[in-house]
Structures are given as structure tokens and as C-alpha cells.
């Protein structure tokens, strides 16, 4: 049984999972099945070596210790955040439907006529031992958020810079712009934000002040606009125009960028550890020819 | 056999989930430059959590004791379906891959009827409760019913996940501690905070 759990844990860990032959849920549930199927057993190796020759019957009140610690220390992982935070897995109460497997591994550790521990018993120790640290999640699929996008600007030269601007941030409670100016030849290349507008159905808001940063040699200006993003999501407004008027060096231009508020799905693929952003930034263009 | 196989079938489609686009956008702090302001791509919001209509059905098996003022303790059972309608939140948003999908904190009621009871002559007990739960375990107090027999009182149930124990107490009559598994299949329909 141990055997064939410690197999199951090793195809499904380095075979099915992330392979889309079977649902994500189901790659993970078996793991979840099969690991804790096989460190009570695993626990209760290690303690019978440490303490060899004991009775039958502390043999059980050991089988059924290494059940209760491993079932305790699973749920602690999927229900305590800084426990969980601690084994970089996701905090799923779900997955504490496998805890059963516990119960059946006492089960069998006490059903089971085991003399001192045998060498293939040992084997299986070590295994679940190295399987426990090579494990690997499958994909996981979490929320997504809609996001508004500039879906018209490339680089643009202004006086002595080259501007670019994107959505640094965007939620329900509005959006933040950044804007950067590369200074395009050597030499000093002062620039500042005399307009910036957020436009969007009913919504019409000045951006808050701008806050700038100064990143690899290169001027950050942040505009936040604060507004009921939320409202205007749920009412379906989902495209915007963000006029800027940009001063840089002697130059003056006005931009109006066309905006989209962009949703991939309710869900989108995280591979263990990392954390992606919920969209990329499409190539930018010019929508309209600044004035 | 078949049919309990289709039975399984009809059961494991309606476990699902559905979700709604109300309230999307997440939570982010505006007036807080991003991180790494040099990033092109947009900071990920802070999840703002997620609610759920859930609706669960499947039945009860159990037994346990009797305690009758004119009889001695006596083994008693009781099987039959349940309903349940709540409303629940969750502080984080759930993972789509995830086995079941169930709010973290719920509220709602349950109907039940327990068809085959070794107790009363006819069509059995109905019962409604209301129910709080909160992670895997659901506390439960309402009300039980025996339309032929026409007794009825109190009952309080506890779950969690697949094991419940109930206390339930016919006025005048008697009263029944009983425990058994709880399987419902629940469907959410989920939206964001």
C-alpha cells in the first residue's frame, strides 16, 4: 500500500500534473490523498527506529500519533495564513477533504504485522522524505482583475525627451498613470504635467498630484485619478480617454490616449511562486496625432 | 447500479460553480506610486474577497439513541434528503481548481425531511433550520415536524464537513441524539466583494 501510494505521489507530482490529462483539482487532491497517506508512515519509521523494540501496542499509540501530528500539521498549513506563508502553498480549506488518508495510514500501520523496521520499509522512509522536498504544485488558477490598458501611445519624442506613459495601478478605486520622460540627448530636460484628465462615461476626474520619481536616469511622473472605478465597471463603461499636456524643455504637446478596461477571465494560471500580473501591457500606438 | 452510477454523475455535474463579473476590479491604493515605478506592466491589486449564493443538496444518514420517557434508550436512524440556501462571504477570492468551492463564512437555512426513521408512522419528520458556518463547520438550529404523527420540536445540528451530530427533541414526546454523514453537493454563484 505505502508502495503504491509513494508511486501515485511520484507520477502525479512529475507526470499528470500541469500535463492536462486530468483537472487540476483532481492532480491535487491526489497528492494531497497520497502524501498523507504516506508521512504518518513515514513518522512512524522514524520514531520506530529511534525507540526499536517496543510493544505491539505502543507501536499503535505511535501509528496513530504520526497520523494525528501529520493530519494536524496539514490543516494548520491550509487554515493558519503564517503557517501556510511558511511552506509556499496555497491557503485551500478545501484540501483538508484528504485528511481521511490519515485515518487509513494508523489504519494500516496498525492492521499491519511490522517487526523491526525492514530495509524496504526504510527505502519508502527516505523516499516520501525526498518526494516531500521535490514535490511540486500544479498551476493554480486565481483571480484575475480587470485592468484599464493605454491602448494608443508608443514612445514619443517631446522637446529634448521621450515620453511613454502606462497604468501603473487599477482597482476599484481608480487608476495611477505613470508617465516617464527619457531625457533624448545629453544635457539637462526639466518636464512637468500641466493637464491630466481621466474621461469615462459620467466619470470625469483631474488627476490627484503628481508624485515624481527618479528611476536609472530617467523621470517618473505617477498621476493618481481617484474615482469609483468599481461603479463604472459594473455600468459597463469600459473605454476611457486620458488627456495629458505635457511640457518637456521648451516643448508643449497635448496627448489624448484612448484607454481600455480589459478582463481575460475570472481566472488566470499561477505557476508555484510566482505571482504574475493579471495582464500584460499590449504594444502601444498613437490614436490620435497630439494637437 | 447503473442508476446509482448515474446518480454519481448527475451529483458530481452539479457541483460547480458560477461566477458573475458584478464588482470585478480589485483593491489597490491610487495615490501610492507603484513599487517599482520603472515596471510597464500594472501592479496586481489586493483581493478584495468574494461573495457567494450557495445552494446545496443532498441527504443525511445516521443513528444513534433514543431517550423516550416511557421507553428504555433505543437505537434509532434516520436517512432522507436536505436542501440548503445561503448566503456567504469569503475574505480571500477562491482558486477555480479548487475541489469544492464554499464560502469562508456562511449564513443560510436548511429543509430536510428524514424519510426513513424507525420512529412515527408516516411520512417522517420535515425540519427547517438556520444555519451559521464558518470554515468546514456549520452550527444548525431550527425546528422538526411530523405531519402524521403531529409532534414536533426543537433540533440543533452540528457538521463538519461530511459528519454531523444532531440533538433533537420531540415536545412531549422524546428526544434523539444522532450522528452520521452529511454529503451535499453544493453549486455557488460567486462574485466579487
Not at chain 1, 484607454?259 to 477571465?265: A, D, I, K, Q, Y
Request: negative net charge; hydrophobic residues 45%; aromatic residues 8%.
Amino acid at each position: 500500500m505505502p508502495i503504491a501510494a509513494t508511486a501515485l505521489l511520484v507520477v502525479n507530482d512529475h507526470v499528470l500534473k500541469g500535463s492536462g490529462l486530468l483537472p487540476g483539482w483532481l492532480t491535487g487532491k491526489l497528492s494531497d490523498f497520497a502524501g498523507l497517506f504516506v508521512f504518518p508512515i513515514f513518522l512512524f519509521v522514524v520514531a520506530d527506529v529511534l525507540t526499536r523494540g517496543r510493544s505491539t501496542q505502543a507501536r499503535g499509540r505511535t501509528a496513530i500519533g504520526a497520523a494525528l501530528v501529520t493530519a494536524a500539521g496539514f490543516s494548520a498549513v491550509k487554515l493558519v495564513p503564517g503557517v501556510n506563508a511558511l511552506v509556499h502553498t496555497l491557503l485551500d480549506p478545501s484540501d483538508l477533504i484528504a485528511l481521511p488518508a490519515c485515518a487509513l495510514a494508523a489504519l494500516w500501520l496498525v492492521r499491519e504485522p511490522l517487526g523491526a523496521p525492514s530495509s524496504a520499509l526504510r527505502a519508502l522512509a527516505c523516499a516520501a522524505v525526498a518526494l516531500a522536498c521535490v514535490a511540486t504544485s500544479a498551476p493554480r488558477l486565481v483571480r484575475n482583475y480587470p485592468m484599464w490598458k493605454v491602448e494608443s501611445l508608443g514612445k514619443r519624442r517631446i522637446g529634448c525627451g521621450e515620453v511613454d506613459v502606462w497604468v501603473s495601478k487599477s482597482g476599484k478605486q481608480g487608476i495611477g498613470v505613470t508617465v516617464r520622460i527619457a531625457p533624448a540627448s545629453s544635457g539637462p530636460c526639466q518636464a512637468r504635467i500641466t493637464r491630466a484628465r481621466f474621461s469615462a462615461g459620467p466619470t470625469a476626474v483631474d488627476a490627484e498630484s503628481a508624485v515624481s520619481l527618479e528611476k536609472n536616469g530617467k523621470s517618473h511622473l505617477y498621476l493618481p485619478f481617484v474615482f469609483d472605478n468599481e461603479t463604472l465597471w459594473n455600468d459597463e463603461h469600459h473605454t476611457a480617454q486620458l488627456e495629458l499636456v505635457i511640457q518637456v524643455g521648451d516643448r508643449e504637446e497635448r496627448l489624448v490616449l484612448n484607454l481600455r478596461h480589459v478582463w481575460s477571465g475570472a481566472h488566470h494560471v499561477v505557476e508555484r511562486d510566482r505571482s504574475e500580473p493579471p495582464d500584460a501591457q499590449a504594444p502601444l500606438q498613437f490614436a490620435e496625432p497630439p494637437r | 447500479m447503473r442508476a446509482w452510477g448515474l446518480l454519481a454523475l448527475a451529483l458530481s455535474a452539479a457541483c460547480g460553480h458560477t461566477h458573475s463579473a458584478r464588482n470585478a476590479p480589485g483593491n489597490v491604493d491610487v495615490r501610492r506610486p507603484p513599487e517599482r515605478i520603472e515596471d510597464e506592466t500594472a501592479e496586481a491589486p489586493e483581493d478584495p474577497g468574494e461573495n457567494a449564493i450557495v445552494v446545496a443538496g443532498g441527504g443525511l444518514v445516521g443513528g444513534g439513541i433514543g431517550l423516550s420517557g416511557e421507553r428504555d434508550e433505543e437505537f434509532v436512524y434516520g436517512v432522507g434528503p436536505e436542501l440548503s440556501l445561503g448566503y456567504g462571504e469569503s475574505d480571500v477570492s477562491h482558486v477555480d481548481d479548487a475541489f469544492f468551492i464554499y464560502p469562508q463564512r456562511s449564513y443560510g437555512a436548511n429543509l430536510g425531511w428524514t424519510a426513513l426513521a424507525n420512529e412515527g408512522t408516516g411520512v417522517g419528520p420535515l425540519y427547517g433550520e438556520l444555519y451559521f458556518g464558518e470554515t468546514l463547520l456549520w452550527a444548525a438550529g431550527g425546528w422538526s415536524w411530523d405531519p402524521n404523527d403531529r409532534i414536533h420540536g426543537p433540533q440543533i445540528t452540528l457538521t463538519m464537513v461530511a459528519l454531523y451530530v444532531r440533538l433533537s427533541h420531540q415536545l412531549d414526546h422524546a428526544t434523539q441524539i444522532t450522528g452520521g454523514i452529511s454529503v451535499k453537493i453544493p453549486h455557488s454563484f460567486v462574485w466579487s466583494r
